[in-house]
């Protein structure tokens, strides 16, 4: 059975930093794309970054987080981060990984019905 299990949110001042992980089980999440989403209230899901599998080595990020956020993955682990730096209150959002199929790459990344697998989502909150 898949799962992918994020961790790592929380609450933090403007201008602070947090980094989410997203353990896979069950699935080899090395040899897929890998994608990060946030959905705020009232918002739709919005893709925030991707990493191609490890084939490739390519990431992409979404305009307003670009600078601050990196994305990375650790194959020994099973596990992608998404570690974020200078966060502001727009950044606040529940935060959701995604996996794609076997050999992916991150074109159109932010479609969320590109992805097989989801997590359940780690909330972030970003308040002073």
């Known amino acids: 059975q898949v799962q992918l299990v994020e961790s790592g949110g929380g609450l933090v001042q403007p201008g602070g930093s947090l980094r989410l992980s997203c353990a896979g089980s069950?699935?080899?999440?090395?040899?897929?794309?890998v994608g990060w989403f946030r959905q705020a209230p009232g918002k739709e899901r919005e893709g925030v970054s991707c990493?191609?599998?490890?084939?490739?080595?390519?990431?992409l990020y979404r305009d307003s987080v670009k600078g601050r956020f990196t994305i990375s993955r650790d194959n020994a682990k099973n596990t992608v981060y998404l570690q974020m730096n200078s966060l502001k209150p727009e950044d606040t959002a529940v935060y959701y990984c995604?996996?794609?199929?076997?050999?992916?790459?991150?074109?159109?990344?932010?479609?969320?019905?590109?992805?097989?697998?989801w997590g359940q989502g780690t909330q972030v909150t970003v308040s002073s």
């Open positions: 995604a996996v794609r199929g076997p050999g992916s790459y991150c074109s159109g990344y932010g479609v969320p019905i590109s992805y097989d697998y």
């Open positions: 990493i191609t599998s490890s084939m490739f080595g390519a990431t």
């Open positions: 069950g699935i080899a999440m090395d040899y897929r794309a």
